[in-house]
């Protein structure tokens, strides 16, 4: 009968390839038995409207289908969700981030002419569209992978212990989310900037219509540029990892104290060469300034700019090294109360 | 008619507790080889309606499990697929059986409890 065909067919096209002839065949047989044994009749004289009747007991294909699944019939379960959920705002925050960081970059360099800031406009729509579909396709690729290959020991029912529970989150080791996010997108542009998009980073002056510049990031600061890559990458790694753990623990404070030594060791390496950071009037000329516009730059460079950077780069030192000693404070007070405990 | 159907949320509850009970009656019954239709049948026969629709993909989830096995006959009828309790069946349904007795014993005792508290407040 063309009825039970359609509804074996749709109950079928729903499983497994391994066992949809074998539970289309068992179905049709269990069907046509019901069928006749209700008619009282043989299965070639049996009426539409008994099998209508018997299907709609059966239930919709979809659900019975889904009765003989014994596996999981989703892409991410329940144990998993909330870090899925999690990683997917961390991830769609960090490419906004530098979606937009593109996009000012684009801007700011345009000649602010209407075409090519309509030009602009597509192509941040379309890094849009590609950035955060392909990271959360990524994401979710990821976490279907980890719910098809792993059963943490904690939520493993049979396997589950008390002492498998995760300690109690202090109040001191709660993570500030938003906090932690902010520095994440705020690390990523420098980075994008420092490694990127040097030219953004000069000083520069204009001289009869013309455009003179001269790199901050010049040959002078080369090791303490590498310094910097090197502190912002361990703290966006570290920016990452507390984020998906969503609590300070020993190793994370420890790691953040030491990322923050790295600062302190940076700003005291600055701070040292502090006359030597801006350019003198041979700098400039070498670099191609005008002789005029060369000596203005480095007499307030010399009088005021020289002394000020001085000032702001020791104050920089002492707040870094005054966050530098709190937190490695913090990661001795967390060791501690973890031993307490 | 309307008024004699169970509420949604009643009709999920009773729904609920049958779920357990199909398992150890389905499991009481393959002792000796049935297919999906004649066990509906019987257990029908006993009192116990369950949905096609929930019965089949049971018997095979449950040899999935090692719990039933079952082979394919082929006769003059149509073909039909019996199941049987295997080993492992035996020994599941014989501790399902103590640990429903022990249950419908403890409910008992419970219901009866309440009903005997409901008379005393009236």
Known sequence: MDLIERYVQEVARRLPRTQRNDVARELRSSIEDSLESRAGVPLNEVGEDTATELLLEFGPPREVAGSYQSGPNYLIGPAHYPSFLRAIKIALAVVGGLIALGLLVDAASSTGDIGELARIGAQAISDIQTGFLSVLGLVVFVFAIIERTSTPKWLSEDEWHPSDLPPVIENADQVDRAGTIVGLVLSGIALVLINLYPEWLQIRTFSSGEQFSYPLLGSVVRTEVMILNLYLALGLVLGVVILLRNRWQVQTRVADAAISAILVLLLMRLWSKADQLLPVRGDLIEAGWPPGQASSFAEVADEALSLALGWLLLAGLLVATWFAIRKAIAAIRTARDRQAG | ?122
Do not use: C, F
Request: hydrophobic content about 35%; proline content about 3%.
């Open chain 2, 1 to 122: 008619m309307v008024s004699s159907k169970p509420t949604v949320r009643g009709e999920h509850l009773s729904l609920e507790l049958r779920r357990g009970a199909i398992v150890i009656a389905t499991l009481s019954q393959l002792g000796e080889p049935l297919y999906g239709y004649s066990l509906r049948e019987r257990l029908a026969e006993q009192g116990l309606e369950v949905k096609e629709g929930t019965l089949y993909p049971l018997l095979r989830r449950l040899e999935n499990q090692g719990i039933l096995e079952s082979d394919w006959e082929v006769g003059e009828g149509r073909p039909r697929r019996y199941y049987r309790l295997s080993g492992r069946g035996t020994q599941v349904l014989a501790e399902l059986e103590a640990e429903w007795e022990d249950l419908v014993a403890t409910i008992g005792r419970l219901l009866a409890g309440n009903e005997g508290d409901e008379n005393g407040s009236d």
